[in-house]
């Protein structure tokens, strides 16, 4: 089965900062992981995702994932954290793919990031 | 541009009233998702459907029922609503096929129970 950790619930850091979100998974086959943000009353949106290839996958604004077989790991960065990333940020793994249950996503429980000024 | 539209953004229900949260997308996707956020829980998923007129129970399903009569839309059943019911519900759309499809999200509905 499939499962997803996100190490921290909130994350604060001054404006200008290093971002570093923390996620490592669980999967039984090779994973196919993803991070979504939510802004404020609005829906989830893709921010990136690995499916394979390269294990450095660059996203929007900024943000960047490492894919660590040897840690399941899949942590987010970003080099200069700006006023508008504050958002809550979730990561997720895919499910194995078979039968109806293609497409089906696991989430991990978020973690909330606060940028001061 | 796709688009995942939830028919509120708000609504008030009282206790044991039937709840009908209603989901269309409009990029021809087979699967469509209900889920519900919960501060310090993320997303659990409620039901799932990958086909017209197909449904799965996804890990919290009790409670709630689902019905896809058409393939651009999933709706949200909520029989007896119930003050544990108060939260925010988000609907989401994927391509079927492989597993690495994005799923898009509509802005949800925040629900109160009263």
């Known amino acids: 089965a499939q499962s997803v950790t996100q190490l921290g619930s909130h994350v604060s850091v001054s404006e200008g900062a290093l971002v570093l979100l923390r996620c490592n998974y669980s999967?039984?086959?090779?994973?196919?992981l993803f991070w979504y943000v939510q802004y404020p009353n609005q829906g989830l949106q893709l921010l990136l995702k690995?499916?394979?290839?390269?294990?450095l996958v660059k996203g929007i604004n900024g943000f960047e994932a490492e894919f660590k077989k040897s840690e399941t790991s899949f942590h987010l960065t970003k080099p200069s954290a700006h006023m508008s990333d504050a958002a809550e940020y979730f990561c997720?793994?895919?499910?194995?793919?078979?039968?109806?249950?293609?497409?089906?996503?696991?989430f991990g429980r978020g973690t909330q990031l606060t940028v001061w000024p | 541009d796709v688009k995942v539209t939830q028919s509120s953004r708000y609504l008030v229900k009282r206790t044991g009233e039937k709840v009908f949260l209603e989901c269309v997308q409009d990029?021809?996707?087979?699967?469509m998702f209900w889920y519900r956020q919960d501060p310090g829980l993320g997303l659990r998923l409620i039901y799932f459907?990958?086909?017209?007129?197909?449904?799965e129970k996804g890990d919290i399903p009790e409670g709630y029922s689902v019905s896809r009569e058409k393939k651009e839309r999933f709706s949200l059943i909520l029989e007896s609503a119930s003050t544990n019911q108060t939260s925010m519900y988000l609907c989401?759309?994927?391509?079927?096929?492989?597993?690495?499809?994005?799923?898009?999200f509509g802005p949800g509905t925040r629900l109160t129970v009263l």
């Open positions: 989401a759309s994927s391509p079927r096929g492989v597993r690495d499809n994005e799923q898009f």
């Open positions: 997720a793994v895919s499910d194995l793919g078979r039968g109806s249950t293609l497409g089906r996503l696991y």
């Open positions: 990029m021809d996707h087979e699967n």
């Open positions: 690995y499916t394979t290839g390269a294990t």
């Open positions: 459907s990958y086909d017209v007129k197909m449904k």
């Open positions: 999967s039984s086959v090779p994973p196919y």
